[in-house]
């Protein structure tokens, strides 16, 4: 049972480089979501999807794109690398929204943006 | 809007004693709360979770939190600390589309 999972684990990007950080779950749940921690802040939301072909800003979107064609993936694409974007990102899914759902995380992607 | 304070950023206790991890939250409506932990490099594990059938909420590795709506709280406690205890906890409250709302941590140290 794989539950939520991200690659890569870890990357170091150089200034004005993009990327993918890829998401995918298995457990058929209609919403997904990225954020990124970052020391003292908690963790802070940047994109949502409930459901494939629906997305949405969070908290912090700037700087990132996301799109969601299937149910089981959702990757979080940053356009053009800024030091500021160095953090910890995570993906997270969730069986549904409502009250009292948890949500499942997958163990983190280490960015570093020189 | 919903929002969740920590209000401890680091708590430091020795093994066998007791832990509390407070957390206070807002919202216009009956909540969703969660605690979460995460231990190093590690990602995010749900503790234990608030339902309506009790105000007393018992989660995984011992460890209980308590909802009190007069008081806006769900403080996380547990009656002795392991020295496996020691990570990063988040108070979390849900605004039920699915956004998670984070507090800005504690980090917990356990001494031997």
């Known amino acids: 049972n794989a539950g939520v999972t991200q690659t890569p684990k870890f990357q170091v990007l150089k200034t004005g480089q993009s990327m993918t950080l890829q998401c995918a779950q298995d457990?058929?749940?209609?919403?997904m979501s990225w954020y990124r921690q970052d020391p003292g802040m908690g963790l802070r939301l940047i994109h949502y999807?409930?459901?494939?072909?629906?997305?949405d800003q969070g908290e912090v979107p700037n700087g990132y794109n996301v799109s969601r064609s299937t149910t089981e993936d959702f990757p979080l694409r940053l356009l053009s690398a800024a030091p500021s974007q160095t953090s910890v990102y995570f993906c997270?899914?969730?069986?549904?929204?409502?009250?009292?759902?948890?949500?499942?995380f997958g163990q983190g992607t280490r960015l570093t943006v020189v | 809007a919903q929002s969740v304070t920590q209000l401890d950023s680091h708590v430091s206790v020795s093994e066998g004693t007791p832990v509390l991890l407070r957390c206070n939250y807002s919202?216009?409506?009956?909540?969703?709360l969660f605690w979460y932990v995460q231990h190093p490099n590690k990602g995010l594990q749900l503790l234990l979770k608030y339902t309506s059938a009790a105000t007393l909420v018992k989660g995984i590795n011992g460890f209980e939190a308590e909802f009190k709506k007069s008081e806006t709280s769900f403080h996380l406690t547990k009656p002795s600390a392991h020295m496996s205890d020691a990570a990063e906890y988040f108070c979390?409250?849900?605004?039920?589309?699915?956004?998670?709302?984070f507090g800005q941590g504690t980090t917990l140290q356990v001494k031997p």
């Open positions: 999807s409930v459901g494939a072909g629906i997305t």
């Open positions: 919202s216009s409506y009956s909540p969703s």
């Open positions: 997270a899914s969730t069986p549904r929204t409502g009250w009292n759902t948890e949500a499942f």
């Open positions: 979390v409250v849900s605004d039920n589309t699915g956004k998670l709302i």
């Open positions: 457990m058929n749940h209609e919403y």
